[in-house]
């Protein structure tokens, strides 16, 4: 009986000691899940952020504008405008080289 009692103690504190360590790893788990998700809606709150930025970036009078300033261009008037004519006009079916 003796023999018995102490198998089934053994038994015992083998599963509480399992019980802890898995009750440890589903908290560690819980806690890196919780920090994970809270990356998550950071990055995606930066990529709103971002995509904002971008849309304020690239608006036509913005583009425009550093165009003029950046690049030197200038808009495009029939006054600046060149335009190029053939004096003889290709053939039908010939090939360029």
Known sequence: M????????????????????????????FVELEKTVALSRQLESDKERLQVEKRAQATPLRVEQLSRDRLQMRSATPAITQYVTYKHPPAAGSAHE
């Not at 089934?8 to 788990?29: D, I, P």
């Open 2 to 29: 003796t023999r018995l009692n102490l198998v089934l103690l053994v038994a015992v504190l083998v599963s509480a000691l399992y019980l802890v360590r898995t009750q440890y790893e589903s908290r560690r788990l």
